[in-house]
C-alpha cells in the first residue's frame, strides 16, 4: 500500500519563504505531484519530480528524494494569493495516472 | 484552449437515487481520470479511462462504475447512492499514459445526498 503524509496546516507571513513537507511510503514510485488547491477550486498543477534533486519554477520549487521517501513544496516571496491547500500526489509504479494524494496542506498567508 | 468541463456544477439527490456525472477533458487529452474529494478523506482515486478502457481502478463499491466515449468524454455513474457519497468529484485530464504529464482538474461536481 502507500501512505503520505503532510502537515495538516501552516502558517507564514508575506514576503516570507515556506517549506512545505511531504514523506511517502510506497512499493512502487513513479514520481511526484505537487497541486495548489484554493477554496472552493479545482486543484492546479504545481511540479513535478521523478528523479532526485531540485526542480525550480518561478516562485515556488519543488525537491525530491527518492531514498528517503520525501518530498517538499518551497514558496519564495510569499503573497496572500498563496493561501490555499498544498497537496502531495504520488504516482505508483505502473499505475498510468492513478494518483495518491496525501491529505493536503492548508497554508494561511498573513499580511 | 478550454479547460476540463465538467456538468452538471451541483447536484443534489436522495438515498437509493442514481447520479450520472460528465466530464469533458482538454481538446486532445485521452485520459480521464476521477477522483472523490471529502474533508475526511481527501482525493481518492476512483478510476481512469484511456481510449474507452478503464485501466485503473480505485479502492470503491461497485456502486460506483464510469465510462469512456470515443471523443474521450467521460461519464461516471453511482447507483444506489448512500449519505456518504456527498462529496466533490472531480474529473482530471491528460494527454496520455506519460509520467511526466500533469493531470489537469476540473472545477468539479459537487453532489449532495439528503
Known amino acids: 500500500g502507500q501512505n503520505i503524509d503532510q502537515p495538516t496546516e501552516m502558517t507564514a507571513t508575506e514576503g516570507a519563504i515556506v517549506q512545505i513537507n511531504c514523506t511517502y511510503q510506497t512499493s512502487g514510485f513513479n514520481g511526484l505531484f505537487w497541486y495548489q488547491q484554493h477554496a472552493g477550486e479545482a486543484p492546479t498543477f504545481l511540479s513535478y519530480?521523478?528523479?532526485?534533486g531540485l526542480e525550480e519554477k518561478g516562485r515556488f520549487s519543488s525537491f525530491l528524494s527518492r531514498s528517503k521517501g520525501y518530498s517538499y513544496l518551497l514558496l519564495k516571496e510569499l503573497q496572500m494569493k498563496d493561501s490555499a491547500s498544498y497537496l502531495c500526489a504520488v504516482r505508483h509504479t505502473g499505475g498510468y495516472n492513478k494518483l495518491i494524494f496525501g491529505a493536503g496542506t492548508r497554508l494561511a498567508v498573513h499580511p | 484552449k478550454a479547460g476540463v468541463t465538467q456538468t452538471p456544477r451541483y447536484l443534489i439527490k436522495t438515498r437509493g437515487q442514481q447520479v450520472t456525472l460528465s466530464c469533458s477533458p482538454i481538446?486532445?487529452?485521452?485520459?480521464v481520470s476521477w477522483y472523490q474529494q471529502t474533508p475526511g478523506q481527501g482525493l481518492q482515486f476512483l478510476f481512469e479511462?484511456?481510449?474507452?478502457?478503464?485501466?485503473n481502478k480505485g479502492n470503491f463499491p461497485g456502486r460506483f462504475s464510469g465510462r469512456q466515449f470515443s471523443n474521450s468524454r467521460s461519464e461516471m455513474n453511482v447507483s444506489t447512492l448512500e449519505l456518504g457519497d456527498s462529496a466533490l468529484y472531480l474529473c482530471?485530464?491528460?494527454?496520455?499514459?506519460?509520467?511526466?504529464?500533469?493531470?489537469?482538474f476540473g472545477d468539479g461536481t459537487r453532489l449532495s445526498i439528503l
Open positions: 479511462y484511456f481510449s474507452e478502457t478503464q485501466r
Open positions: 482530471a485530464s491528460s494527454l496520455d499514459g506519460d509520467s511526466n504529464q500533469p493531470q489537469h
Open positions: 481538446s486532445g487529452h485521452r485520459s
Open positions: 519530480n521523478v528523479l532526485d
